[in-house]
């Protein structure tokens, strides 16, 4: 007789449907959180423009069906605009204590941090103590965000835009909403500045749950379809004995030559996908899923034991990341967190792949269910090279632990819950959604935001006021050129408020035709752009605009004349790190190798030490032959790299190249720069290479 006794969370779940009463109550508390973690440090000043293009369309395998291309690239062009970017953090890293917010019940505790983008840092399942999580043990930035600085560990929540969330190292809103069965319910929301639309999540914990629910609602205000991007990203421990299911027999994937690829599961390339530490490389692969096949994606360890996310037939995709376990993946994880630390990410979108967005509809809302929790299965069945076994085995345990239809009608009954108001406030996030209330009400708009959602007077900061003002008062509040010029804004309605302001001979300030000609170029006006930027000018010289009118030279090809207005730009001053790095970045893509090396001379000691621009000085060094001093930038720890760069490791390679050329008085030809790769391995230090010899890199 074969006799399969049930698991832990099985019992406890079906407990928890006949009698939920029996359970404790739910709780929801704010308690200290402290770990060693860096400073995440001051927002750069300059605006980062986004490129002349909407889409950005992958290389695609002849193979691909055609309904699987059909939003492939669409609408996923980098931009970053109204926010500035995030890269004055370190690697220094010292205890400091952030406010948490805690969800638990006697099955599960929840840790959340609102300050940033609400990260869920921990998953608990009690009450033997096991994490289901990968718990990052420091908060460390990274260069992987849409604004760069990004940390690893936990779930994160995407939305707007191909990458990690604007909002990742952000403040956002938390209130407590009362559940169905008045217990707490936790509930985290913004207002999107980019694409101009709220959206909440709320975390349901009910007594007796062995499973974490999020329910998300993603409006669309706008008599405008909105191209919608939304993914949940969920770490979990790296192992070799940790295996990704998933219930499908192939998947996209993209290389970093051939784009993507229709591949099989789970054997490609001679190895096995579901097992992360058999590739060298960082990969990836999207599930494709068969009609009707219910959602879900579970990462297991050699005792069939691990977490598992489902969700409602809203939320379509589900991929794998790894980052390889050559020298550069296992840099990365150490880089992220600390040494022995290591996770791989199993992702929930709502497209097939996140190299695409999706049509919202004019006026639509919105709303999935999602799930996570502990789940066991047959370790025997779990890890059988016969993958068809293996998934299905996962696929019934799922069902047997928390069927399909059971998410579904939670996902009925906790839509009551959406559309109340809170009962306390736990954070705060921007002003931003408290300002566009007063938007709306001043220009006669309908509110674009549901009224449960509290974005209260208080929320509205310094960076709301210049914005405040000029929409009461008609005007911005003057600065000085010395300043920075404050936080940004590229939302259409508010340009008839700028060029009012600007016309006016009352009024008139650099600053207005500063922001008048930023919000033009973030929309593609380029002469318009240049036309505000001249008027600044004619008020006040400031290294503010002529930087800007540097950056718009360069989009239309004029290297020289951007190389100059750069110049001008430093001159003007102020004379900040930022500025340095970017005069320093359009000298070199200009090739004028002997006048960034020169300009580095002359900076002041502080700005020099910057690490961006001790790179761009090695590389000019390097060009000019100039080598001596150039050893010491392979010793020490950039922050600022960027996910996919292979800056240090170029460098390295190119410096032993002259190096030997100079030594041996020959040139730097085909024969040289093989010798130097075989020969002269790049320091672990430096060595963020994310792919090996055969070209097989992801995109995150």
Request: hydrophobic share 40%; net charge neutral; charged share 25%.
């Amino acid at each position: 007789m074969n006799l399969q006794i049930p698991t832990p969370t099985v019992i406890a779940f079906a407990l928890f449907i006949a009698s939920p009463s029996i359970f404790s109550a739910t709780t929801l508390r704010v308690e200290p959180y402290t770990l060693p973690a860096a400073e995440l440090g001051p927002e750069n000043p300059l605006p980062m423009f986004r490129g002349d293009k909407e889409d950005d369309v992958p290389k695609l395998d002849p193979a691909i069906p055609e309904a699987d291309k059909r939003y492939l690239g669409w609408r996923t062009a980098w931009r970053c605009l109204p926010h500035r970017m995030q890269d004055g953090y370190n690697r220094d890293k010292k205890p400091r204590t952030f406010d948490s917010l805690v969800l638990e019940n006697e099955c599960l505790r929840a840790t959340f941090l609102p300050q940033f983008g609400g990260r869920l840092v921990s998953l608990v399942q009690k009450p033997d103590g096991r994490e289901l999580l990968s718990r990052n043990p420091v908060f460390q930035p990274a260069n992987l965000a849409l604004r760069n600085a990004w940390f690893c560990g936990g779930i994160e929540w995407n939305t707007t835009l191909r990458g990690h969330h604007f909002l990742t190292c952000s403040p956002v809103f938390a209130a407590e909403v009362r559940g169905t069965e008045g217990e707490p319910v936790l509930r985290l929301y913004e207002w999107d500045r980019v694409r101009c639309f709220p959206w909440q999540i709320d975390f349901h914990l009910p007594p007796g749950s062995p499973f974490l629910f999020a329910r998300m609602r993603i409006v669309n205000p706008h008599d405008r379809e909105l191209p919608m991007y939304w993914w949940t990203t969920i770490a979990v421990p790296e192992r070799r004995d940790v295996r990704t299911l998933v219930p499908a027999t192939t998947a996209l994937s993209f290389n970093r030559d051939t784009g993507v690829s229709l591949v099989p599961l789970p054997i490609w390339n001679g190895r096995d996908q579901t097992y992360t530490t058999q590739s060298a490389s960082a990969y990836d692969f999207f599930s494709r899923f068969a009609a009707g096949q219910r959602r879900w994606i579970a990462a297991l360890d050699g005792e069939g034991r691990g977490l598992f996310e489902t969700s409602t037939d809203r939320l379509r995709g589900r991929k794998l990341w790894g980052w390889g376990v050559g020298q550069g993946g296992r840099r990365w994880q150490e880089f992220l967190s600390v040494r022995g630390e290591a996770y791989i990410e199993i992702q929930a979108g709502l497209a097939q792949t996140q190299s695409e967005s999706i049509p919202m509809p004019a006026r639509e809302t919105w709303c999935w269910t999602e799930a996570f929790g502990p789940l066991e299965a047959d370790p025997r069945r779990i890890h059988s090279p016969d993958w068809q076994r293996a998934w299905k085995t996962a696929d019934e345990a799922i069902e047997k632990t928390l069927p399909r239809m059971r998410v579904e009608q939670l996902d009925t009954k906790f839509a009551a819950v959406t559309t109340r108001a809170p009962e306390r406030s736990l954070h705060l996030g921007s002003g931003w959604a408290a300002l566009e209330r007063r938007r709306c009400a001043a220009q006669g708009s309908p509110n674009p935001i549901p009224t449960e959602l509290s974005f209260p007077p208080e929320s509205l900061g310094a960076d709301q006021q210049p914005w405040l003002a000029l929409l009461e008062k008609s005007e911005l509040p003057k600065r000085d050129a010395g300043e920075e010029p404050g936080a940004l804004m590229t939302q259409p309605e508010w340009q008839p408020l700028l060029e009012k302001s600007a016309s006016s001979t009352n009024s008139v300030h650099w600053l207005t035709w500063w922001h008048l000609g930023n919000l033009r170029m973030e929309a593609l006006d380029l002469d318009g752009a240049e036309k505000a930027w001249q008027a600044s000018l004619k008020c006040q010289q400031t290294g503010w605009t002529l930087r800007n009118l540097a950056v718009l030279a360069e989009r239309r090809g004029d290297k020289a004349k951007a190389c100059d207005l750069m110049r001008q730009a430093w001159q003007a001053g102020p004379q900040v790190a930022p500025l340095a790095v970017e005069y320093l970045q359009t000298l070199t893509r200009a090739e004028r190798y002997a006048e960034a090396y020169d300009f580095v001379a002359t900076l002041p000691e502080a700005v020099r030490a910057h690490e961006r621009v001790e790179l761009l000085w090695a590389k000019a060094a390097i060009e000019t032959g100039k080598l001596d001093g150039v050893e010491r930038v392979f010793k020490r720890e950039f922050a600022t790299i960027r996910e996919g760069e292979v800056s240090l490791t170029d460098l390295w390679f190119a410096f032993q190249e002259k190096r030997l050329a100079a030594v041996e008085k020959v040139p730097v030809d085909d024969k040289l720069r093989e010798r130097v790769r075989r020969g002269f391995r790049p320091p672990r230090l430096i060595d963020f290479r994310m792919y090996s010899t055969d070209g097989s890199r992801a995109r995150r």
